[in-house]
């Protein structure tokens, strides 16, 4: 199975534009989550989707959105660029089972905001 | 709200000795545990996971243990070689009700040749 993918790779935005990333979840995976990293801070929780619903959301702003489509693939878009919105936005998907389920990391999209 | 502790934030060792990275969580609900390797410019990837019902697994020379009532759970990679050298990310989980992972702030492992 093909793993998964995000799109674009790498982002150059400057302050105050919006911006929209992509993710495609390994086929079969209906849960992808979203993760901001960022070298102080390790990996922070933005939102996950199922089913295409929001199920749990972290502690971001409402600058950050997301949602999540029919075929499982979801975008997150960040509005208003903050400087410090520069990072890696990995997404992750997962098959849901009844214990525990494993999550699978796309490369993410490196988003540099001047 | 949920936290998880991850130490230390920077290991060195020697090629051939062990590494142990250390996490405690503190929702007591959380009943999933993975561990996460990612090295430079790499995408996390998952090399050992645990759940609440079991307190010991191994794969090779990796390992991890959990300790349910102190809330502590354990990486411990044997034999160590220098393309073991990455950040290392603990985590926990529950899949009771929210559906959400927190990760500890990683561990930078280097193995000296």
């Known amino acids: 199975k093909a793993g998964v993918t995000q799109t674009p790779r790498y982002l150059i935005k400057t302050r105050g534009q919006q911006v929209t990333l992509s993710c495609s979840p390994i086929s079969g995976h209906r849960s992808v989550s979203w993760y901001q990293q960022t070298p102080g801070q390790g990996l922070q929780f933005l939102f996950e989707y199922f089913s295409e619903t929001q199920r749990n959301k972290g502690n971001f702003p409402g600058r950050f959105s997301g949602r999540q489509f029919s075929n499982s693939r979801s975008e997150m878009n960040v509005s208003t660029l903050e400087l410090g919105d520069s990072a890696l936005y990995l997404c992750?998907?997962?098959?849901?089972?009844?214990?525990?389920?494993?999550?699978?990391f796309g490369p993410g999209t490196r988003l540099t905001v001047t | 709200g949920e936290n998880v502790e991850q130490h230390p934030s920077t290991l060195s060792v020697q090629e051939g000795d062990s590494a142990v990275i250390k996490c405690t969580y503190s929702d007591s609900a959380s009943n999933y545990f993975p561990w996460y390797k990612q090295e430079l410019g790499k995408r996390p990837q998952l090399i050992i996971d645990?759940?609440?019902?079991?307190g010991e697994k191994k794969d090779q020379r990796i390992a991890v243990t959990l300790n349910k009532t102190a809330k502590h759970f354990s990486l411990h990679i044997t034999e160590t070689q220098p393309e073991d050298s990455a950040v290392y990310f603990c985590?926990?989980?529950?899949?009771?009700?929210?559906?959400?992972?927190?990760f500890g702030t990683g561990t930078r492992l280097k193995v000296l040749a």
């Open positions: 645990i759940r609440s019902n079991v």
């Open positions: 985590a926990a989980s529950t899949t009771s009700g929210t559906y959400k992972y927190i």
């Open positions: 992750a998907s997962s098959l849901e089972t009844g214990f525990g389920y494993e999550q699978y």
